[in-house]
């Protein structure tokens, strides 16, 4: 009978669509579940280690130093400021939890890319502070604006910070941890390292390289005891982020103004817990959470929850992604549309 068949067709319907609901639901459930428990997996003592962050004067990066100190370990800032330099070791001092416990500074300009001073550098820096356990690559800058406005040697310069300075740094420790079979190394990616914005092609291009790099050091150390985490951290109330937006493009501020802006201490507490956690990746916030699932790819897995997560939601956050790139779209044609405007002789 027709009616039968019709009220078959849309019980079935309402059971499939319900059970990807439940599934959907379950697996977000999940995902709450195993963050809290990686959070109280990465609560331990970081005693007697020593742990080097670049770009630690400021920012992220001193939040990271606080982390860090407050675990227990020893630790390296560094930074090409001395005088910056010596202002936050008094202040990572302060949260010491241990009376042996030493924060050393070391000068570096990291943009300079030549390696022979990076490599005699961090030598230097083990031989004060003993073997690198933890190695935080958070130096680096942004330069915004469109393709044709930024200058060839801004461009440069961003690779050369963003990108290069992490991988001679990097280099310049690998061994060493290979040898004793022990070692992390973080690298401080973007947002943008995951999804190219409008006024940030040059500075995407240099976050969206590390990814590639990670991946690939990781496939060559993880039989050797060494772990790899990338981070992506979303917009950050910084003194870095602050010179950002001066030159920032209407358009971008629109843009990025969908992920909203965090603290660097939230920032700095997720990424150090993510990486005791053992994760590959690390993010901050809904959006950044729901980008890293869209653009997985062949990053490392995890956990199976991980895996089925990725599976379940990555059609539900295709949805979405397309009508954030739909708003976008219309931030950027709106912006043109108020440009020409205003060149219109009145």
């Known amino acids: 009978m027709p009616w039968y068949s019709e009220f078959m067709d849309?019980?079935?319907s309402m059971l499939f669509y319900g059970s990807m609901l439940m599934l959907t639901l379950c697996c977000i459930v999940a995902i709450i579940i195993e963050r809290y428990r990686y959070k109280k997996m990465s609560v331990f003592d970081l005693k007697n280690k020593h742990v080097v962050i670049t770009g630690g004067s400021s920012g992220i990066g001193k939040c990271l130093a606080v982390e860090a100190i407050q675990r227990g370990a020893n630790v390296t800032i560094i930074a090409r400021d001395e005088q910056k330099l010596n202002n936050t070791k008094r202040d990572?001092?302060?949260h010491c939890?241990?009376?042996t416990q030493r924060v050393f500074t070391a000068s570096l300009d990291l943009s300079t890319n030549n390696y022979e001073e990076i490599e005699k550098a961090m030598h230097s820096i083990e031989q004060e502070g003993g073997p690198i356990f933890m190695l935080f690559n958070c130096a680096g800058m942004a330069i915004c604006g469109k393709l044709e406005d930024i200058s060839p040697s801004d461009i440069r310069k961003l690779h050369d910070l963003n990108c290069l300075g992490s991988i001679m740094t990097t280099r310049a420790v690998i061994e060493g941890m290979k040898s004793r079979g022990e070692g992390h190394i973080i690298f401080v990616s973007s947002q943008?390292?995951?999804i190219g914005i409008y006024g940030l092609t040059a500075?995407?291009?240099s976050k969206f390289a590390l990814r590639g790099f990670a991946e690939a050091l990781q496939m060559e150390v993880q039989t050797y005891g060494i772990k790899i985490t990338i981070a992506y951290p979303p917009d950050t109330d910084t003194p870095g982020f602050a010179v950002e937006n001066q030159g920032k493009p209407k358009e971008t501020k629109l843009i990025c103004q969908a992920a909203g802006l965090f603290q660097p201490e939230v920032v700095a507490g997720q990424m150090f817990r993510d990486a005791l956690a053992g994760m590959f990746a690390s993010t901050v916030g809904?959006?950044?959470f729901m980008v890293l699932t869209l653009t997985t790819g062949m990053s490392p897995c995890?956990?199976?929850l991980q895996l089925m997560s990725e599976l379940f939601l990555m059609s539900a956050f295709r949805v979405v992604a397309v009508c954030y790139l739909f708003t976008f779209k219309k931030i950027i044609e709106n912006c043109m549309v108020a440009k020409n405007k205003s060149k219109k002789p009145q």
């Open 203 to 205: 500075y995407s291009a």
């Open 97 to 99: 939890i241990y009376s």
């Open 10 to 12: 849309s019980t079935v």
């Open 286 to 288: 809904a959006d950044g």
């Open 302 to 304: 995890r956990t199976v």
């Open 92 to 94: 990572i001092i302060q």
């Open 192 to 194: 943008s390292g995951l």
